[in-house]
Structures are given as structure tokens and as C-alpha cells.
């Protein structure tokens, strides 16, 4: 809502971020449910598996960084999708504790599957905003997560130039 068509009440729940990125996630996941049809998979599980698509060998502490769940979520996502036939679960060759996970064939065709959905996702979250307007958008976000990072219940690994510890 613009800024002139905001209620000037000090409380105004459309001047509060919490509340806009709340509501804003909660449109996020609708869209991703409608477009994802019946692939049967939740947005953190497709970030999961986009992750161990690209590195494959990864293990359950590395995924979780990379997510920004905490351990005892990324166990879960990680038992769902082995459950599913999706990745495999194997001992690490450098330390026999952690779990190595990797892609299976079925995994493979359902990322590629949700991947084509999520270019829908993505137009329509932010179809309402211009080109210029998405770029500055998701840098803004971006910015916020940066400057807030270490205030989550997990963090996330910042740059994701770098390659994860696998």
C-alpha cells in the first residue's frame, strides 16, 4: 500500500515490517503451493534440494547453513525427501557421524519438475513491481538478512559465492 493510502495512526500494521514481511511470505508460499500443484513439496524442501543438486556430498550441518533452518529442521526436510526416494543418505568419508546426501534419479527429475513451476513462483510474487523495482527489492532484502543475520534462531552462510563445507 503506498505511502498516501497508509492510516496515519502511529500502530498502522502497514508500518510495521514485521507484519508486511509476514504477510509477504505468506502470499510467497500460497503462490508456490498453487504453481507447485501436486508435486508435493514445500518451498524449503526445493531450496533443499537445489542445494544438493549443487553440491552433491553435502552433509546435514553444511545444508542447514545454507538454508538457514536449524539442525533439528534440516533433519527432518532430509528425512521427508529421503523418505521420498528423492536424495540418499550416506556415511561421510571424512567423519563416519555425519550423513553425506546425494541426488537420486527421482530426485533429480522432481528438482528439474519443481524448477520449471518456481519461474512462475518468482513472476508472480514479484509481477507487481518493474524490472528496476525487483532488482532494488531483492537487494533491499538482502541488505536486511546481511545486517540482521545473526538474530535468527539459525544462521545463514552469507556468501554464497564461496563453496559450502561438505
Known amino acids: 500500500m503506498p505511502k498516501d493510502r497508509r492510516r496515519s495512526e502511529a500502530l498502522s500494521l502497514w508500518d510495521r515490517p514485521g507484519f508486511l514481511v509476514r504477510r509477504l511470505h505468506q502470499i510467497s508460499v500460497a503462490i508456490f503451493m498453487d504453481e507447485m ?19 552433491p556430498g553435502i552433509d546435514q550441518s553444511a545444508l542447514a ?49 519443481a524448477s520449471a513451476c518456481f519461474s512462475r ?20 532484502l538482502v541488505r536486511l538478512i546481511e545486517g540482521n543475520n545473526s538474530l535468527g534462531r539459525a544462521e545463514l552462510r552469507l556468501d554464497p559465492r564461496s563453496e559450502p563445507a561438505v
Do not use: C, W, Y
Not at 500443484?37 to 544438493?52: H, N, R, Y
Not at 526416494?85 to 563416519?96: A, F, M, N, T, V
Not at 513462483?121 to 533491499?140: I, K
Open 37 to 55: 500443484g501436486d508435486l508435493d513439496i514445500t518451498p524449503v524442501q526445493f531450496g533443499a534440494l537445489s542445494v544438493i543438486s549443487a553440491n
Open 65 to 113: 547453513r545454507e538454508l538457514g533452518i536449524d539442525r533439528a529442521n534440516v533433519a527432518d526436510v532430509v528425512a521427508r525427501l529421503s523418505a521420498a526416494g528423492h536424495i540418499e543418505r550416506r556415511p561421510s568419508l571424512r567423519d563416519r557421524r555425519a550423513k553425506s546426501l546425494r541426488m537420486t534419479l527421482s530426485g533429480d527429475e522432481h528438482l528439474k519438475q
Open 121 to 140: 513462483v518468482h513472476r508472480r510474487l514479484l509481477g507487481p513491481l518493474s524490472g528496476e523495482e525487483r532488482e532494488v527489492f531483492l537487494d533491499l
